[in-house]
């Protein structure tokens, strides 16, 4: 039996040193096939390896959550400031203009609603489904330590496995239960697994303690997820953080669409993003591009 991280030798993370990146941009790509490249060459700025993502799926278990009542009229017009797009076919289907060409990372797992147990996923897109909309990677939760763990590590595996066949990317979302401790520990576990088993890009969460041993150990890109909604400058700061301690970009929602100005926090969480763009100077540019938007 391998030891359950219980070894007494100290971890080494080199945490410093940069993984190599030979012939493509982007961590762990090297490998991978032209389309794969290609479509997570447009997720992905190549200038900058990183990316905005815009997190607008939460209506596949929660319904039409604070923000996202009316995508039409609220979210569409943002997404122009987006890299890429995060949602559910039915709202790509129904409300997004086939004329807009961000590419879309499409939510493909689902099954329990809020007032489930939300581990009990299945996967709930054919890829074939995920092709004819032009998607440009996939994407499911990952319950590591959950109730149906196994069974969402399988969805995962079969969701790589379907785009492995045709050149799509899979990104993992790390998933974290209620009564689960968020540490570095348990998110170096559940984004190695993931990566592991085979997915090219994981979303996690932000820790202030250890995140650089997360992206360090983690062989494929991640991207943070921006979680419940916090004051401007903290999300500002907290991109910021996991953007210098390794991240490739952010997969944000409620931070952006349950702003005061979403557009103003949309442009200033680039510039952190893609520009390396200090938190108090984002905030600045936020304030100034809020005061116009009035
Ligand atoms: C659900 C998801 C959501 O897309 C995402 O995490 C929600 O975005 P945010 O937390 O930034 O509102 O993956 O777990």
């Known amino acids: 039996m391998p030891d359950i991280d219980v070894a007494t030798q100290a971890k080494k993370f080199y945490e410093d040193v940069p993984t190599e990146t030979p012939g493509f941009f982007l961590k762990g790509a090297s490998a991978l096939d032209w389309g794969m490249k290609n479509r997570l060459s447009r997720i992905f700025n190549p200038k900058t390896g990183r990316t905005v993502m815009f ?32 949602l559910t076919r039915g709202i790509l289907r129904t409300t997004v203009p086939p004329a807009l060409t961000k590419p879309v990372v499409l939510r493909c797992s ?60 899979t990104m993992a979302v790390t998933a974290v239960g209620k009564d689960m401790v968020r540490d570095a520990r348990y998110f170096r576990l559940a984004c190695r ?14 820790i ?27 999300a500002l700061t907290m991109a910021y953080k996991a953007i210098q301690e390794g991240a490739s970009g952010v997969d944000m929602g409620r931070n952006i669409f349950q702003s ?24 600045e540019l936020y304030e100034t591009l809020k005061n116009q938007e009035k």
């Open 55 to 86: 997190a607008i799926d939460h209506g596949y278990f929660q319904g039409p959550t604070t923000g996202l009542e009316r995508i039409d009229l609220t979210i569409v017009p943002l997404m122009y400031y987006a890299d890429a797009i995060m």
């Open 110 to 169: 689902g099954g329990p609603s809020v007032l489930k147990e939300l581990s009990n996923e299945e996967l709930a897109v054919d890829i074939e489904d995920a092709i004819r909309l032009n998607a440009a990677a996939i994407t499911l939760q990952v319950f590591i330590g959950g109730e149906f763990e196994t069974r969402s590590v399988h969805n995962m595996t079969r969701l790589v496995d379907m785009g492995m066949r045709y050149g799509i990317p």
């Open 193 to 206: 697994i993931c990566a592991e088993l085979g997915a090219q890009l994981v979303k996690t969460y932000y």
């Open 208 to 234: 202030p303690e250890g995140f650089k041993t997360i992206t360090a150990s983690c062989p494929v890109p991640i991207v943070m997820a921006g979680g419940k909604k916090i004051a401007e400058l903290d």
């Open 260 to 283: 005061d100005a979403p557009e103003a926090m949309m442009q200033a969480i680039h510039k952190v993003v893609h520009e390396d763009m200090k938190p108090a100077e984002a905030y």
